[in-house]
């Protein structure tokens, strides 16, 4: 069979395997595949520091050190990222004419980096509580801004009176369950 194979003509290839050999090596999903991979494993790192050096009595909340200040560095970054890239989006869908969808991605764009600096800012102001209370403030206040930044999102997305199920092309093709079911589903 090895022999048969080689002796095989390249235009009688199997297809997949044609498709394989011409695919380039790098496409466009390749540099930010590797930069997530990258963010995800310096991000265990430095959670794994942080942890080895929990027993630190100065530390008034898990991002107190420099491992933490690192981490809330990369939320930043994050955020910032998250920025632009939406704020890219929201330029052309404002140049396409699509209102709709603008209001939609500007509420997403809200909601989201709120979520993405709650964390940092909250433990910016953290030092004007009282030394016992940062931790509590830090971390009930993280939880509340992003569990509600969470909610409004999924209201987004998922609420049948939303500006998504408006402009989604998925929500009006009935391929949904529930209540964005459009043509086919069915209303909870």
């Not at 107190?64 to 910032?80: A, C, M, N, T």
């Not at 209102?99 to 979520?115: H, I, N, P, S």
């Not at 206040?141 to 998925?170: H, P, R």
Request: net charge positive.
């Amino acid at each position: 069979p090895l022999l048969f194979m080689s002796k095989r003509a390249t235009g009688k290839a199997p297809s997949f395997l044609r498709e394989m050999l011409n695919r380039p090596t790098l496409d466009d999903e390749t540099p930010l595949l590797f930069i997530v991979i990258v963010l995800v494993f310096v991000s265990t790192i430095l959670q794994i520091i942080n942890k080895v050096q929990d027993d630190d009595f100065l530390k008034f909340h898990d991002y107190d050190g420099l491992s933490g200040k690192f981490l809330i560095f990369q939320r930043i970054v994050l955020g910032i990222s998250f920025f632009v890239g939406i704020r890219g989006t929201i330029r052309s869908e404002e140049v396409r004419g699509q209102l709709q969808l603008e209001t939609f991605l500007k509420r997403l764009m809200g909601f989201g980096l709120a979520w993405f600096f709650a964390f940092p800012v909250l433990v910016a102001i953290a030092p004007v509580w009282a030394h016992y209370l940062r931790h509590r403030f830090v971390t009930g206040g993280v939880m509340v801004i992003q569990s509600i930044c969470l909610t409004l999102m999924a209201s987004q997305l998922f609420s049948g009176k939303s500006v998504y199920s408006k402009v989604s092309e998925v929500a009006a093709s009935g391929m949904l369950p529930g209540f964005l079911g459009g043509k086919g589903g069915k209303s909870y």
